[in-house]
């Protein structure tokens, strides 16, 4: 596609339950990265891919946190027993190359609410 | 460490120019960036300067940086309502890509 793409873009769930937020790249895209933006917050990084492997989980919250990518494409992340401040947009982004300059393009987001 | 603050909002008449500020703390960055979000929408990349610049002007936006006080600001010049946004920094300082983002700056551009 011609940008990145993110499914769903808003999901609702039951506190408890898991959740699984999918993210196309950009075709050819190595690097993908996963991060979270809370209700008027900046964006707070959670996890890098270089291709299939993730050299930097450094920001994944907690064990409740986990992503995967397959193909050197499309990823997903996996949030389990979702609390009430796991509510947040969940933005994904990919760029063509590592290296400083290569900007970061970005999906839409999925916005996860909590109940 | 890693930090990069901005004020959080900024009114602006239609017409007049916007400049927006931040300032961040690792001097080993290597390029620094300017994102758009506007509602509901996910972050559209403006513009980017690297470390050695001073200044990139791109039409209607102009990036100063100042290393040496770790100052970046981007000015929109004209600003028009379709402007009215949220203005993400970002910097970057590792080669491999991770960016560190600043809170954002709430832009309002009033008629």
């Known amino acids: 596609g011609a940008g990145v793409s993110q499914s769903p873009s808003n999901k609702v769930t039951e506190k408890g339950k898991d959740v699984e937020l999918r993210c196309d790249p950009i075709?050819?895209?190595?690097?993908l990265y996963w991060y979270r933006q809370r209700l008027g917050q900046g964006l707070e990084f959670l996890i890098y891919?270089?291709?299939?492997?993730?050299?930097?989980k450094s920001g994944l919250p907690s064990d409740r946190f986990s992503a995967e990518r397959t193909g050197e494409s499309v990823s997903t992340l996996t949030i389990q027993r979702t609390q009430q401040e796991d509510s947040a947009v969940y933005l994904c982004a990919s760029s063509l190359v590592q290296g400083p300059g290569s900007p970061l393009h970005f999906g839409n987001g999925t916005r996860l609410t909590v109940t | 460490g890693e930090d990069v603050e901005q004020s959080l909002f900024l009114s602006v008449r239609e017409g007049d120019s916007s400049v927006i500020n931040c300032t961040y703390t690792d001097s080993s960055s290597t390029y620094l960036y300017w994102y758009k979000q506007e509602p509901g929408a996910g972050l559209q990349l403006l513009t980017y300067?690297?470390?050695?610049?001073d200044m990139k002007q791109d039409q209607r936006l102009t990036v100063l940086l100042n290393k040496k006080d770790k100052h970046l600001s981007l000015r929109i010049a004209d600003t028009q309502t379709g402007d009215s946004a949220i203005y993400f920094c970002?910097?970057?300082?590792?080669?491999?890509?991770?960016?560190?983002f600043g809170a954002g700056t709430q832009v309002v551009v009033t008629p």
């Open positions: 300067i690297f470390s050695n610049m």
């Open positions: 075709s050819g895209h190595t690097a």
């Open positions: 970002a910097e970057k300082v590792r080669s491999w890509g991770k960016l560190q």
């Open positions: 891919f270089q291709g299939n492997s993730a050299p930097d």
